[in-house]
């Protein structure tokens, strides 16, 4: 059974930075893409940024592109999501995904 744990949300002030990561089990985790998705209150939940299972090759949505990396470190099972230059609009529940399989969230507040 897959299971995917995040962490590192927090309350941020405009400008700053958090770093999140999503630590997966019970699955080859080399071999499958990752993505981060985030769902702010009322909203459809989007995806932020993808990474292929070798690292090579990641993909960012337009509002976080040159803000947002993903990488990942296959020795450890985990995912990261450095989030610099953190903006208000990017306050969401943030939720990692491995095939079908998602993590509880965790949520990113940016606010003076």
């Known amino acids: 059974q897959v299971q995917l744990v995040e962490s590192g949300g927090g309350l941020v002030q405009p400008g700053g930075s958090l770093r999140l990561s999503c630590a997966a089990s019970?699955?080859?985790?080399?071999?499958?893409?990752m993505a981060w998705y985030r769902q702010a209150p009322g909203k459809q939940r989007e995806l932020v940024a993808s990474i292929t299972g070798g690292g090579g090759r990641t993909n960012y949505s337009d509002s976080v592109k040159g803000r947002f990396t993903i990488s990942r470190d296959n020795a450890k099972n985990t995912v990261y999501l450095q989030m610099n230059s953190l903006k208000p609009e990017d306050t969401a529940v943030y939720y990692c995904?491995?095939?079908?399989?998602w993590g509880q969230g965790t949520q990113v507040t940016v606010s003076s």
């Open positions: 019970g699955t080859i985790f080399r071999i499958y893409a």
């Open positions: 995904k491995l095939s079908e399989n």
